[in-house]
């Protein structure tokens, strides 16, 4: 068959239009092949998918319906979803911030629909699942687009579907960049393909997911220079057009403000180019900078499932550099960890180096050569998947401390409260509860934590820069406010160390304008204007003692909390 003929097309003598023909046919029929292996592939490759698609579906909703997933991102951008699907302005008060600016992330207006059809926050885990899912099938046609068997192209897809960080960039919650790893990929497909609307609608899409997605928009223009030097031209342009909307959409929307998330190389300058010219004119320290522990740990982490086959192309990795840089250089931790999201723009190059790197080898080599560059990845592979997602050690862990006896009395609080309500809960409660207009993050609306597009926010996050609270100030914001209902349980809410969360719960239990209605071994529910003598009753019943004062108040709030 002519798709086994172990010449690239790329390789292949530039010739007449005939000859494009000829190859466009070839190209074609891999898709509608007859032939036994290619059929084969093509069914085992849908299985894979449709196993990927089940197994993460199923583990994603475990890990929500045990409440392992959070206000920060899911409940974000579900009640975003949620507000742009009823035609409300997407202002997150999880957040404290209108959608964009925070991030760039207009591809959530595509996905808002789906809500019409399933109104349940696990819409959002399902598309990312089936996205990430159908990246495989880019990888497949990739391969075959190099004149490779059929076999060794599923070979390259079930590797994408078993990539660790593509696997956490899965679970890790929900978040709108991971569609650019399917997007992204696909434009390689369709460049390759020479198939120019598909390519271009696939960067433009991908340009949607955030505000630094238009960088990697640029890292395939690159490519795709060397390709078709217009296209190539044209795409780096769409890059640099899309960078430059995406961070001006941010700062209009943040109130004239840039992007916080530049904070995060304030060690390097204030400012895009004064950390640019920082970087360049200190190369020593800059090396230094990348040069971590951390930072080859997780060069390694991303480099090992495929062998480090990828480094025999290194000019198409090194296209993912400035993301790279992006994560290597922050000042957050969980930039550089491939346990979250933040490899979503890398791991099409990665693949794609992959891919290239094995065709360049694989072609007129040795037996003892083809053997290795199969080999090699597999075992790296296996041995990597013990950092999978699905590795017991590791997915034991991530279902935290609520037993599903305990998140089934949760499931029973959290649906007595009406929908129309406001309501301020904490942080692994808030995903359940955000289909509404006005849905805080406890200790917020009463304390400022976390609150807005700012860096202070995101100082915050990791528990610092907090202003200064009295219990008087407390109660007063706490009397004044209008949230109907507040959820607490016994563990801090985000960002709030233990002792700093006690007195935010003992505020609200000694706020007279609140009475506990709902009480159990792990949860607290109150609600504005009821009867708080009554409430206090609940606790005593709880705790098994009597509360005369201020002081048994406070012990009655740490027995309650196992503190």
């Not at 392992?68 to 409940?75: N, W």
């Not at 497909?189 to 598909?198: C, S």
């Not at 390709?227 to 044209?234: A, P, T």
Request: net charge neutral.
């Amino acid at each position: 068959m002519a798709s086994e003929i172990g010449v690239p097309l790329d390789s292949a003598p530039m010739g007449t239009a005939k000859r494009s023909a000829l190859d466009t046919t070839r190209i074609r029929d891999v898709w509608r092949s007859k032939a036994p292996e290619d059929r084969l592939c093509l069914s085992l490759l849908g299985l894979a998918i449709g196993a990927y698609i089940a197994t993460f579906c199923v583990t994603t909703f475990r890990l929500y319906g045990r409440y392992a997933m959070l206000d920060f991102d899911f409940g974000i951008f579900d009640q975003a979803c949620w507000l742009i699907s009823r035609g409300l302005p997407p202002f997150i008060t999880v957040r404290g911030t209108h959608l964009l600016a925070d991030h760039f992330s207009i591809i959530l207006y595509l996905l808002a629909p789906f809500y019409w059809i399933w109104n349940d926050a696990r819409v959002l885990l399902v598309a990312q699942t089936i996205a990430l899912s159908v990246g495989a099938v880019p990888v497949y046609g990739i391969v075959r687009l190099r004149l490779l068997p059929a076999s060794i192209a599923l070979f390259f897809a079930v590797v994408y579907l078993f990539y660790p960080p593509m696997q956490w960039s899965n679970v890790d919650e929900f978040h709108p960049d991971t569609f650019a790893t399917p997007l992204l990929l696909g434009a390689f497909y369709f460049l390759l393909r020479k198939n120019w609307k598909g390519y271009f609608l696939l960067l433009t899409l991908a340009a949607l997911t955030k505000e630094t997605a238009g960088i990697a928009v640029i890292g395939v223009g690159i490519f795709a220079l060397t390709e078709n030097r217009r296209i190539g031209m044209l795409t780096i342009t769409l890059g640099a057009i899309c960078a430059f909307l995406a961070m001006a959409t941010v700062r209009a929307y943040n109130h004239g403000a840039p992007s916080p998330y530049l904070s995060l190389y304030n060690r390097f300058g204030n400012g895009p180019v004064e950390i640019v010219t920082h970087l360049t004119l200190h190369p020593i320290a800059t090396l230094r900078a990348l040069s971590t522990d951390e930072n080859m740990f997780y060069l390694g982490a991303l480099l090992l499932p495929l062998g480090f086959i990828p480094l025999l192309e290194p000019e198409v990795v090194l296209l993912a550099s400035p993301i790279l840089l992006l994560n290597l250089l922050s000042s957050r931790r969980i930039m550089h960890d491939i346990h979250y999201q933040y490899t979503a723009f890398i791991t099409p190059f990665i693949v794609l180096a992959a891919i290239k790197g094995f065709h360049r080898y694989w072609i007129g080599g040795r037996k003892r050569t083809r053997i290795a560059l199969l080999v090699c990845p597999a075992v790296c592979l296996v041995i990597s998947m013990r950092d999978s997602p699905l590795a017991p050690e590791k997915f034991g862990p991530m279902l935290g401390e609520v037993s599903a006896a305990r998140a089934r009395e949760f499931q029973q609080m959290t649906d007595t409260i009406p929908v129309e309500a406001t309501l301020s809960a904490t942080a692994n409660m808030v995903p359940h509860l955000t289909h509404r207009r006005q849905i805080y993050s406890f200790p917020n609306p009463f304390y400022k934590a976390g609150w807005g597009s700012t860096v202070q926010a995101l100082h915050q996050e990791n528990e610092e820069d907090f202003p200064p609270w009295t219990a008087q100030s407390l109660s007063k914001e706490m009397t004044a406010s209008s949230v109907d209902y507040v959820l607490l349980q016994t563990m801090p809410s985000s960002f709030m160390p233990s002792d700093s969360y006690h007195e935010f719960v003992l505020a609200m239990v000694d706020s007279p304008a609140y009475g506990v209605v709902k009480i159990g071994p792990d949860i607290m529910l109150l609600r504005r204007g009821s009867d708080h003598t009554q409430g206090l009753r609940l606790l005593e019943e709880r705790i098994g003692k009597r509360i005369h004062n201020a002081m048994e108040l406070a012990s009655a709030v740490k027995i309650w909390r196992n503190d």
